[in-house]
């Protein structure tokens, strides 16, 4: 029964689709950052971009050689081998140190690698990632490709090592492959800073003057409740004249005023100002909770979930 | 400022232009490089990186403003991947790993890689004891695209003739060497490297078989009256190539070891302790394979005297040894492993 009622109420404060991995690092500052780990499908696209890279710059370089007639036929074996191993292990190796954990193809579909322990990424941790790739990755995908071969004993094997290489990322808390395991590392989005306006600095003096909230109006509600008005009021400023809008915050306003027992009536037009207002004076009277330790999460009062604090 | 502004606001307006002015130098140096960075952005990326990484813990007790919260943790992270970045250069890597880092490795994983060179002894022996028996066992070692035609049925004159190198070659040299790479002995090294992970039966095992075959081609040639030739043949590559391969098995061993018997600490961070040293086995036996490679396809095809062959190869075994035993013991040799870069 407890189960399903803690069930219900994460429903309730999820408000869209499934949460995804995350994965928290600790710098050196001791600042605890929150990273989105990267899906399997965005990896295995790098990886496709990746090897269409190194085949393509495989593939230019031989055919440049045959045009320029540098290489005899007996050569051309050996170039296009040592090509085929450069444009293995090697690539990825280097591309990662030098490109700060990223591969061209990484870099294309926005993930990089990172050091688990929160430290920079070491030239050992590249490396390993990089070695079990081959056997990792390109093996299996070469079992795939290839059709198997005539032992039922190798084919037995590598199906079964196919497995195992598909369900440890799937399983993994952060999509680790075995090589990230062992190198400590793991693929993440990166990051993307961008500063939305504040909204309380849009509600305009004149409506904080003209409606006021009593603190026992602002008792009702908590962070959670703050937050969801916030991407409201945000969500579509371009927008603003539309009708939509205009009437979504009204409905809004209205279980807001039936909520907190505001008396006054608020004309249409009005309404907006009326949900800023609200909004910094809800927020300044949340904050100043938090500052004297009552932290609200929501509207029935738990304890803000705070991160815990680093060792 | 107004005084009817709230805390949280007067916070984000105080330090927005500095967080603004870190996202720009990231930005910048994450296009161009940290190198090229001008000198007044260089000395103030990490002062405001720790501001902003400041501003954030802050801004997580103070602020209900999620935009803020999330503007700073998604520009701390980014700056924090360009302030610890790895800083390496390429040439200065290479002769670090050539110079200290690998030799000291292999100095440290002495017992492991001596356990691999008996293992393949211990096979080698055994087949050559069980082939010299009865000759049919020679097929239960060596596969058949392998053996190529040397066989007990094979006449002495033939493989004679694969020894002293005048019945095939149709790519020449370097064909050889090409095919030489994608051969069946740098398939083992890379599986007993990877697969010793797997409590370092797959490593036993397949230096076990990589023993017995060669024991058994061994006590084929010697049947024959060939013994001493085909140690030549062997030689001339197979000093470095099966050292590369006991090296690269010293490295599965070693990680299978970690995980068997991982001491005090938990098995993934055993695993991740012994990776230290056994992915620069690893590279190392990458390296030796290549060279073996190339005495495979170039050497042995224009060198087909004994003595010269036996003295390239024991040669080549010698530079190994010297490599491994002399380079990088000056300076800190007793280096912590966790501390070291490489």
Redesign the interface.
Known sequence: MALFRRKARAARRRPVGREPKRLSLTPPEGVVLHLEVAGLGSRLGAQLVDVIITTIAMFAIIFALLYADLASPTAFGAIATFLVLVFGTPYYIVSELLMNGRTPGKKLLGLRVVSKDGSGLSTHQVVVRNLTKEVEVFVPAAFLIGGGEESLWFNGFMLVWLLVVVAVPIRNKANQRIGDLIADTAVVLDPRPLLLPDVAVAADEAARERFVFTSAQLELYGAYELQVLERLLRGGEEVKDSRERQKGLARIGERIRAKIGYEERVSPPEEEPFLKSFYVAQRAFLEQKKLMGDARADKFHREDEAPAPPP | M?A??????RF?DER?AD??RL?AIVEAA?KRGLSRLGFDDARDLVLL??QA??S??VA?????????VR?L??????A???V???R?N?SG?LARFFSRSAPQAVRRSFVPILVAFLLMAVGALAAYLLTDEDPNWFYAFVPGDLASGRGPGASAESLRQVIEGSDYQP?????A???Y??SHNTRVA??AF??G?VFCVPSVILLLYNGAMLGSFVSVHVDKGLGVDFMGWLTIHGVTELSAIAIASAGGLTLGYAMLFPGLRSR?AA??HA??DA?KL??VAAVMLVAAGLLE?IGRQLVTNFWARMAIGWGMGLLWLAWFTLAGRDGSPTREPAA???
Do not use: H, M
Request: proline share 3%.
């Open positions: 107004n009817r502004t709230i805390r949280s606001t984000r927005e967080w603004q996202a994450e990186y720790r990484t400041n954030l813990s997580r007790e103070i602020s209900l403003d999620s935009a803020v503007y943790e998604s520009l701390c992270a980014r924090y991947l360009v610890y970045a790895p390496e390429l890597l790519l020449g040299e370097l064909g060497f090409a095919t790479l994608f890379l599986f990877a697969l992970i993934s695993l991740r990776g230290r992915v690893a590279v396809g070291e870069p490489v």
